[in-house]
């Protein structure tokens, strides 16, 4: 490999199992980069809804310089109070949007380093947006400033992902987007140690949907082996329906998509088909939640049943909620908070919080969640949990203006480049520098450690947390209270 100056951009090439990639290394920014590298394949014939399949094998360097494809793109929410469709910012508008997306991009901080641990980021959106390309949210920044290779993975989404179509035509269509990162971190395992990654030291890492998709992966046993360590910012193991609440979902589905006669035909309608029957189910619901179902084959059972039972026990847990996850909502969208409880079957629950619909969705959505999965996996034993509170406002964040931190707003600390922070303060750098290097402790094997305070692991009868502000400070948790029927209200 040739020497570079600052400045310079010297090509890198690797091998991996289907071909060499030829990617590019920054020696001044200090980051080797393969953009677009595809680890699996849509089937093409009657490709939509099913399971991925290993790319085509090539034989000449592949360029990996540009971004793969990203999923179909779905608006999130609607606002019935100006009758208007409520887009967010996921994705970047520059990228193809394609059934085809099965892509994923590796950054390294030096192509000649061996054995550095793996991240690898699963990107918020709903189910519905965003890709391992979004824009304002860029995980490489980690691999850039703590020596760890960064792995960030596009996968379909929306209906695309999760429709289950199983009574229909007799295909398997359960589970896609699992499907689809399964398939990519088989890759990762495979492929990694050739990028200077460490294939026995993999860390999941995934804020909001992308938590919950990792949820959703500790309770598969067809991921065990894939990956040691888990960290889920503001997401647990709920995103989950049964296979009856699954097939209705489907059924509302396709009469939105006037396919209710000939449901076979959803296998070729023209994808902005699909796209109005979501909106059309939109106005119906304000929100609408894609979930993963359980399937007797790829979830067997309710992911936290399955973790209380043993599954992925060997898995390190790192699990962070932010200090008012519901904050956001009425920021966003007008009653958007509302809309969030009533798309979210929580109406049932929140009769006991009144008109509270902020306490309800902190409680229900998020608290509770995190709370079951930390419970879950002290009972049942194996690996190590950790559990921090993000309580702490920056101050070049949008809603700089709010008391507490609002659901995402850790990002702007775990994301921040610490070596061009731009208009972020010093307090800013600060936290995240605290943020960011609990993250690379906890993947590198260590117990976190910030601002000289050494984490408490989780016990269920301690249960101490660290609580994440100016300065970190070890508290105990506040949960929602044991309510099984505000529970089984979700």
Not at 299 to 323: C, F, M, Y
Not at 344 to 351: C, D, P, Q
Not at 386 to 402: C, E, K, R
């Amino acid at each position: 490999m040739a020497n570079g100056r600052d400045g310079q951009k010297v090509p890198v090439v690797r091998m991996t199992t289907a071909g060499k990639v030829g990617g590019v290394w920054y020696p001044s920014s200090g980051l080797a980069v393969w953009r677009g590298i595809p680890y699996g394949k849509v089937p093409g014939d009657g490709g939509r809804f099913a399971g991925p399949v290993r790319p085509d094998p090539w034989e000449r360097v592949r360029p990996a310089l540009r971004y793969g494809n990203i999923s179909w793109q779905l608006v999130p929410a609607y606002d019935r109070a100006s009758d208007a469709m409520r887009e967010f910012d996921f994705a970047n508008t520059a990228d193809l949007e394609d059934e085809d997306c099965l892509y994923l991009n590796v950054f390294t901080p030096d192509p000649g380093r061996a054995g550095l641990p793996v991240l690898v980021w699963f990107h918020p959106g709903l189910q519905v947006a965003g890709s391992g390309n979004m824009p304002g949210r860029r995980p490489e920044v980690l691999g850039r400033n703590h020596s760890v290779v960064v792995v960030t993975v596009n996968y379909r989404l929306g209906c695309w992902g999760h429709l289950y179509l199983d009574g229909v035509g007799g295909r398997d269509t359960a589970n896609v987007r699992m499907r689809d990162q399964l398939l990519a971190l088989r890759w990762v395992k495979e492929n990694i140690a050739a990028f200077g990654g460490d294939d026995t030291n993999v860390t999941l890492v995934g804020e909001s949907a992308g938590a919950r998709n990792i949820g959703s992966l500790l309770g598969c046993g067809l991921a065990d082996g894939l990956f040691e360590r888990a960290a889920l910012y503001s997401g647990g193991c709920d995103n989950v329906a049964s296979r009856d609440e699954a097939t209705g979902f489907a059924r509302r589905f396709l009469e939105c998509a006037d396919l209710t006669d000939d449901p076979g035909r959803i296998f070729s309608v023209p994808n902005v088909h699909l796209k109005v029957a979501h909106e059309r189910l939109l106005r119906q619901c304000e929100i609408v939640y894609y979930r993963d179902v359980v399937d007797g084959v790829y979830l067997s059972r309710a992911p936290i049943e399955a973790i209380r039972a043993g599954a992925s026990g060997k898995v390190d847990l790192l699990v962070s909620n932010t200090a008012n996850e519901a904050g956001l909502w009425d920021l966003m969208m007008p009653d958007g908070a509302r809309v969030v409880v009533r798309g979210s079957g929580l109406e049932t629950a929140a009769s006991r919080y009144g008109a509270d619909h902020e306490e309800v969705i902190n409680d229900e959505l998020y608290l509770r969640p995190s709370r079951d999965l930390l419970r879950a996996r002290a009972a049942a034993g194996g690996g190590r949990c950790w559990y921090q509170l993000y309580d702490y406002v920056p101050s070049n964040h949008p809603f700089a203006g709010v008391d507490r931190a609002l659901h995402g707003m850790d990002l702007a600390s775990l994301l921040l480049d610490l070596s061009a922070p731009g208009g972020a303060s010093e307090a800013d750098v600060g936290v995240a520098r605290n943020v960011q290097s609990a993250l690379v402790d906890f993947a590198s094997g260590r117990v976190p450690s910030t601002g000289g305070v050494t984490w408490p692991v989780y016990e269920r009868d301690t249960e101490k947390i660290v609580r994440i502000g100016r300065e970190p400070g070890v508290d105990t948790a506040v949960w929602p209270p044991d309510d099984d029927t505000t529970a089984a209200g979700r």
